[in-house]
């Protein structure tokens, strides 16, 4: 590359310049550009072959720098002139967002460019300048000199179907709307083929009437005919897929006209897919299709809902979802109609909420950590409420509620009124039910409202399911084809398990606790594991315990009346000579000490029983007022506690017992107190040892 005199250059920082002169100067070469304000700039040869890049004299960059005026004027008069001007800097192909970028660099607004560029697009594939056969791809060029545009043959009807009919290629009819609505009489030829197409009744009902009405503008034929050739097929148009406000009217205005042409006996209880569409756009298209709809019969409220319900984000008539601009359209609507009902009239009410339910329960399932959804789903919630307050019921909550998507219930149970929350509970349960995992959240949801344990929701849904199960039908059958004892007890536990009010099933555990206690009483049964006691079995407990009481009071009658005999024979005794009373001492000494012992041991056989049943009280921790005559009787008898119930201690086998698991550890956990009776000398005998297990 090289750089000449006179030649226009796009300095490093964005400014235009005109190569003025070059030099060779002590430091080599230099090149000298001026702008058009005068400035003037010189580098080396080498930096400006490097930084500087050669631009159009007629390229956007240098009419900027020269009449800014007639740029600014040329963007609203001649706007092609200005793409034009930009693609002569820019020198190659170019994608449409580079070429954004440049305009809103160089001239356009950045707030501005959307609409700016909506007017401009149609009309650069006119302009025998630019490249427009690559404007599918959404890239650009400029053509050279004798260059022939590019080519791209794209059918006109293509394969894709909706509802069965085939949808004509968008571009194409795209952009020959646009002309023709802009210049129509240079549009004709051009547009023609594009017309043509509203004959063919395999193509959608929409893309027909946007074709008939292009053949009204390019003069192909009238109103009349276009809206004649169309004829069954009016009430099938979508007005939301029609971008053109007059057109979304033009289509109502034919559909009006072809249903007068049918006479005074057509009617329709549901509104048609034109008026539905309508209904969803609003104002003034609602205002029409609710005349329209009037004249047919049509329930209002119809209309209402299906303004939430059509051209939903997911829907069929939407297409694919495209996140967030659908939901940023779509809360913008729901937030429109909920206004408008407030104002309006009350009795269409139930079709704003069959909408808003319908709404929820359909609406797509996307990534959760998406808040745009959420925030949809809330203002739905909020429409169904607002509807539903009018005439709160119960029973319409719980029927509108189940069935709900996860998410969509969580945002409902967030909104509904206290005093209605309650109601809600089975709608929640059967959710949960159905699926645990995904209905989580709106049993977190519902339990925080209530103030209440989730877990005990989710407890109540689990029996819930039991209830609903074969299991509590197979429990009660194997209840009663069981034969031997073990194999009925098993059937009676599951059956409780299953359903905890089994009468039959419980009754079977009662007799058979009773059969345990009552050989756990009579001695024949020793058993470390919990025995449940019946009331029957505690009343025999208790007789029990009163018999042992008797004969411990009898046991220490006889040692006292025992002790006195010794202590008189001692007396007695005493009197003898004086010269044996050493003899004697030695003698009364003995024999109180076998007295004594002979009563602790008469004492510790008779009590024993008694002792063994306080040790039972301590560990099952119930009869107190028992335990507390039976520790009277006892330490009135000499026997004393020296391990405590719930004591830790060192392990002693002389006074403990061990009951757990494995061998003994150091320290033990006492269940029941050790209890022993001392002699003289503080000699011990062991009444009843303690239970113990380890210690924690």
């Not at 003994?664 to 000699?683: C, F, H, K, T």
Request: hydrophobic content about 45%.
């Amino acid at each position: 590359m090289t750089l000449q005199v006179g030649e226009w250059v796009l300095l490093h920082d964005g400014r235009a310049a005109r190569i003025a002169r070059l030099a060779v100067g002590p430091a080599g070469k230099m090149v000298e550009a001026e702008t058009a304000t005068g400035d003037v700039v010189d580098r080396p040869e080498a930096y400006a072959l490097a930084r500087w890049r050669p631009i159009a004299e007629d390229g956007l960059a240098v009419r900027l720098a020269l009449d800014p005026e007639g740029v600014q004027a040329d963007l609203g008069a001649r706007p092609i002139e200005v793409v034009v001007a930009a693609l002569r800097d820019i020198g190659e192909e170019v994608s449409q967002a580079e070429l954004r970028e440049v305009l809103i660099r160089r001239v356009v607004p950045r707030e501005d460019f959307a609409a700016w560029w909506k007017r401009v697009q149609p009309h650069l594939s006119w302009d025998e300048r630019v490249d427009a056969g690559l404007a599918r791809t959404r890239r650009y060029r400029l053509l050279m000199p004798g260059e022939i545009q590019t080519t791209r043959v794209v059918p006109r009807v293509s394969e894709e179907l909706r509802n069965g009919r085939k949808l004509l290629d968008a571009p194409q009819l795209k952009g020959a709307r646009e002309r023709a609505s802009s210049d129509p009489s240079k549009a004709a030829e051009e547009a023609r083929p594009e017309a043509a197409l509203a004959q063919r009744e395999d193509v959608d009902p929409t893309d027909r009437f946007m074709a008939a009405e292009l053949g009204v503008w390019i003069g192909l034929w009238d109103a009349d005919r276009g809206r004649d050739m169309l004829g069954s097929d009016l009430p099938c148009v979508d007005l939301m897929r029609i971008s053109q406000h007059k057109s979304r009217s033009t289509a109502l205005e034919w559909y009006a006209a072809w249903l007068a042409g049918l006479g005074e006996a057509f009617a329709a209880a549901d509104p048609s897919a034109i008026l539905r569409s309508a209904a969803a756009l609003g104002p003034p298209w609602t205002v029409t299709a609710g005349q329209i709809g009037r004249r047919l019969g049509v329930d209002p409220s119809k209309l209402l809902e299906a303004s939430l319900t059509w051209s939903m984000p997911g829907s069929p008539e939407a297409g694919q979802v495209k996140l967030p601009a659908d939901l940023d359209t779509y809360d913008r609507r729901i937030e429109r109609i909920r206004a408008a009902v407030a104002a309006g009239n009350q009795e269409e009410m139930p079709g704003l909420a069959r909408g808003a339910v319908a709404a929820l329960r359909e609406f797509p399932l996307v990534e959760s950590a998406n808040s745009g959804v959420a925030q949809t789903l809330r203002g739905l919630a909020k429409c169904w409420l607002f509807a539903r307050q009018a005439a709160p019921s119960p029973l319409k909550y719980v029927s509108d509620l189940a069935g709900l998507p996860a998410r969509s219930m969580t945002a409902a149970l967030g909104l509904i009124p206290d005093a209605m929350v309650e109601a809600l509970r089975p709608a929640v349960e059967q959710a949960y039910v159905l699926d645990p995992q995904a209905y989580r959240e709106p049993v977190e949801v519902f339990a925080a409202r209530r103030k209440t344990d989730p877990g005990a929701i989710a407890l109540k849904a689990a029996r819930r399911a039991v209830r609903e199960s074969k299991a509590l039908e197979l429990a009660a059958q194997a209840l009663e084809l069981a034969e031997e004892e073990v194999v009925r007890v098993e059937s009676a536990n599951l059956a409780v398990a299953v359903n905890p009010d089994d009468l039959q099933a419980l009754g079977v555990l009662n007799e058979a606790a009773d059969g345990v206690s009552e050989l756990l009483l009579d001695g024949v049964v020793d058993s470390s594991a919990t025995v449940l006691f019946s009331p029957s079995s505690w009343r025999r407990f208790a007789m029990s315990m009163v018999g042992e009481l008797e004969r411990a009071k009898r046991a220490d009658g006889l040692a006292t009346a025992k002790v006195a005999e010794l202590a008189a024979e001692v007396e007695r005794l005493s009197a003898l000579d004086e010269q044996r009373r050493a003899a004697l001492t030695e003698v009364r000494a003995e024999v109180g000490a076998q007295g004594r012992a002979s009563a602790s041991a008469v004492a510790a056989g008779a009590l024993r029983p008694v002792a063994a049943a306080l040790a039972d009280s301590f560990e099952a921790n119930s009869l107190d007022a028992l335990r507390d005559r039976l520790e009277g009787v006892i330490l009135r008898a000499g026997i004393s506690i020296v391990i405590q119930a719930g004591e830790v201690v060192g392990f002693d086998p002389t006074r403990q017992r061990w009951v757990g698991e494995g061998e003994p550890p150091d320290r033990v956990l006492a269940l029941s107190p050790a209890l022993v009776i001392r002699g003289e000398g503080n000699e011990e005998t062991v009444v009843v040892p303690a239970r113990v297990v380890a210690a924690r």
